[in-house]
């Protein structure tokens, strides 16, 4: 089965030139990847597209790193961008896919019915040759409706709760090193280790070196092997919520769906005052 989600750059090359054909470059990145997404999103983007920063249309009073923000704040926010509600969305990142998934699951979350990921972001888009542009956007600004879906959306409370009954699986999407306890997190004050009964699989394990998602024979290797039941309810996790969603769109590719991200993850879970577990998993 083909990812229903995802969007060839073929298709939105062809689309360029389409009033309701948006891309929105959501690039962010890690401390250590030494990349700054907004000053790379002014030296060159898909021509048309906006700049989606997760650090700003986001809680900031939470204190805690892009959680979602209220649907209102994201409604005034996105329509300033110039995105409207009969939209279609394409998310894209500098990284080929990490943060697109993120916007792609907020819009989603948010009510959007037509946003998708490129297949392979902006590192395909420039092999491939296609036009770029530079500067900031300058889409006249639009109306946004959110409607907010709570069920995508995941508490630690509501992780806790999950665990505790069975209910669902909690899927890990950071490093191994990191899930294990052996490496340190890149936010300071944070616990090593994992939420306890938690699965991990490695977000690198499902999308290549080229940045694009893997195929679907792949994916449902690498969560077999994870100890993940696809077919039972899952909740998926990582360091602050980015690459949980690329989990939770890998999911679609196999015919099943996320049951929400946790949208604090480890960055809220590993602050203190949660039980923390190291070493490997335990599969049932």
């Not at 894209?92 to 998708?116: C, E, H, I, N, P």
């Not at 306890?181 to 938690?198: D, F, K, V």
Request: aromatic share 8%.
């Amino acid at each position: 089965m083909s990812n229903p989600n995802l969007v060839s750059t073929g298709w939105l090359a062809e689309r360029l030139g389409d009033p309701d054909v948006i891309a929105v470059d959501g690039s962010w990145y890690l401390p250590d990847a030494n990349r700054d997404g907004p000053a790379e999103f002014l030296e060159r983007h898909i021509p048309g597209a906006v700049f989606f920063d997760i650090n700003v249309v986001a809680d900031v009073s939470s204190g805690l790193p892009h959680m979602l923000p209220s649907p209102d704040a994201f409604s005034e926010a996105v329509g300033k961008l110039g995105v409207a509600d009969r939209a279609t969305i394409v998310a894209y990142d500098g990284a080929g896919l990490f943060s697109a998934a993120r916007v792609w699951w907020t819009f989603r979350t948010m009510g959007a019915t037509k946003v998708f990921v490129l297949d392979g972001g902006l590192p395909k888009w420039l092999a491939e040759g296609r036009p770029v542009e530079s500067g900031p956007s300058n889409r006249a600004p639009q109306s946004f409706h959110a409607t907010f879906d709570a069920h995508a959306v995941k508490s630690a409370d509501d992780v806790a709760q999950a665990l505790g009954a069975g209910s669902a699986q909690i899927v890990d999407a950071r490093p191994a090193a990191r899930f294990r306890g052996e490496a340190p997190e890149p936010r300071p004050g944070l616990a090593s280790g994992h939420i306890p009964g938690s699965l991990n699989l490695p977000f690198q394990q499902i999308v290549g070196a080229d940045g694009r998602l893997a195929e679907e024979a792949e994916l449902r290797r690498a969560f077999e092997a994870a100890g993940i039941d696809v077919s039972r309810p899952i909740v998926t996790s990582c360091g602050s919520g980015v690459s949980a969603s690329i989990v939770a769109l890998a999911l679609e590719s196999l015919g099943a769906k996320a049951d929400g991200v946790y949208d604090g993850s480890w960055a809220e879970w590993g602050a203190g005052g949660r039980p923390v577990a190291t070493g490997p998993a335990e599969k049932s």
